[in-house]
């Protein structure tokens, strides 16, 4: 058994305009240290689902339906008060912008100690020593004086560090990660991946890393979800989606990165824009952009606008296309053929 | 009567394709943090004395831009160069330095002489949440450059060169009628460009324009910008800190660090060949698709306050190569092999290869 399972997991947003899918049929699991990409565009879910596994979507939102279990216990329908007892202690979040996600009116050590106070009966002394080694940890220089300050005195990177202490203060089971180094620099946000990297790795921490990035996803994590409208679409172990993407969203988004052209060259761009949640295509959600909903032969492919696609699995892979479930069933009929 | 054509005597009017197209001669840009002149005055020590802090953007920057190529300024937030952006358009006024487009100084003229060569030089914003206005048509948003520049133009001159323009970025006719707040990113980004095709610019600068969309719409936008480039023989001033759209969509980088440019260099050279140490901490900073482990040169510290610079080199509190000599004297840009200039001591002295 994993340490944390999702299953089916379904969250709408209710509005006055009807429910909105923000999140359908997510299923996947991470096991105890292991790194697991998300990625998709903006608008794709993938906050939401990261948000949804602690509970942790504002109304209008709702999870509709599906589970999340974590070390055997079911978080969805848990209470607030039972829930916080796993939120920043067993779980902990690290988000996009360090200045919003830390108090401006209360010095790094206040927030630390805070945090250690709330999960621990601990005296003060000995929650300023914990948070004092939680900063050396994540190589903040002189670890110390930056107790006693406030974020504003600190750079963007500084504050990432310190959010990441933070997060590490009461040694979680899993870090769940959104965009942690979008709003920084190149060279600190490698810095800070392989900060994060290496504490993972150390400490036997599972990370769930959201991102946009692929470049990223590629170098820290071991397996990968691509997101799509809501939907996982693709999942599998990041070297073989990297190599070998099998869904046409996943191919084209990696064919789109300037990497994949010969320089000065047009790129491989997608046709179209991700279509807004309460407006989906039927089947699908991805055929009116897709450039195989015709088979070889030319015949239209009447699933990819009539039927939503089922997982299948391909290889180390899950993947949820018509094309791919066609050509599977293609290679098996063959196959069963001759061993008859 | 056009200001364009008042070349200096011994210059010929008729566009002379061996010079550059513009030419940026020792650039400075500081902002004032302190106020007006009463908020300067301090009292220290028995006595009043008046303390300005400056925050210095740029300090001393040299660039040329050749027609027809898209010269990339890179670097992190703070490097100033969006500061270089905007002072190359008008939008800022240089602290010091020249600016000089197709031979003639730009930067000294007053707005009215300065109007033939706004219709020259178009830019592109980042934020096309923001560089659109939401009280006008997008209709209206492209009549308003061709107004503006074309005041004699007949109505429908205008329109046929409206829709031209919505045809050549591929925005559809009825487009013409909704808002900006109705479209996406991706799709406002389109209708920006478009404002700047609008009136035949030769020269765009374009600060981050796809910084703030995602994957699949980013290659549209940058065909798009290729697209132009090449059906209306445009040169680009494109600045972003992705290296690699730089990769791709360059002619020539020019590498910034702490408002001062360190390396130049055309594109492939720069990739494949790195020589200033900050140009090699920041390519191998990239996110490969390829290896699965960071393989990053690690920068000691952080980039230093533009408020109070530090001597010599900029970049030598965080250079592992550093000596006496860049911590003292500022090194200027040299030109090294494969037609890259560097800006680095121990490049020139042959310390590091």
Known sequence: MSLLEVNNLDVRFALRRGDVKALRDVCFTLDRGERLGIVGESGAGKSVAAFSLLNLIAKPGYIAGGSVRFDGQELTGMSDRALRRIRGHRISMIFQDPMMTLN??????????ECLKAHRRIASREARAIALRKLQQVQIPSPEARLDQYPHELSGGMRQRVIIAIALLLDPDIIIADEPTTALDVTIQAEIMALLLELCEKHNVGLILITHDLGVVSQVTQRMLVMYAGRVIEQGPTREIINAPQHPYTQGLMNALPQMATPGERLNQIPGSM???????????????????????????????????????????????????????????????TTR | MTATMTAPAGETAAPDTTRPLLEIRGLEKRFSLSGDFLEQLKFKGGKLIREQKRVHAINGVDLEIQRGEALCVVGESGCGKSTVARTVMGLLHPSAGEIRYDGQRIDDLSTQALMPYRRRMQMIFQNPYASLNPRMTIQQTLEEPIRLHHPDWPRQKVADKVAEVMASVGIAQDWGKRYGHEFSGGQRQRIAIARALAVDPEFIVADEPISALDVSIQAQVLNLLMDAQQQHNLTYLFITHDLAVVEHFGTRVAVMYLGRVCEVAPTATLFATPRHPYTRALISAIPRLEDDRPQHIRLEGEVPTPVDLPSGCVFHARCPHADARCREEVPALIASDGGAQVACHAVEEGRLD
Do not use: K, W, Y
Not at chain 1, 104 to 113: A, D, H, K, R, W
């Open chain 1, 275 to 337: 279509p807004s949640l309460d407006n989906l295509p039927s089947g699908c959600a991805f055929h009116p952009r897709c450039s195989f909903t015709q088979r070889a032969d030319g015949s239209e492919r009447s699933a990819c606008h009539s039927q939503v696609p089922e997982f299948v699995t391909s290889g180390n892979c899950r993947v949820a296309c018509h094309m791919v479930t066609e050509m599977l069933e293609r290679e098996r009929i063959p196959a069963e053929e």
């Open chain 1, 104 to 113: 401006p009116v209360l010095t790094i050590g206040e927030q630390m100690i």
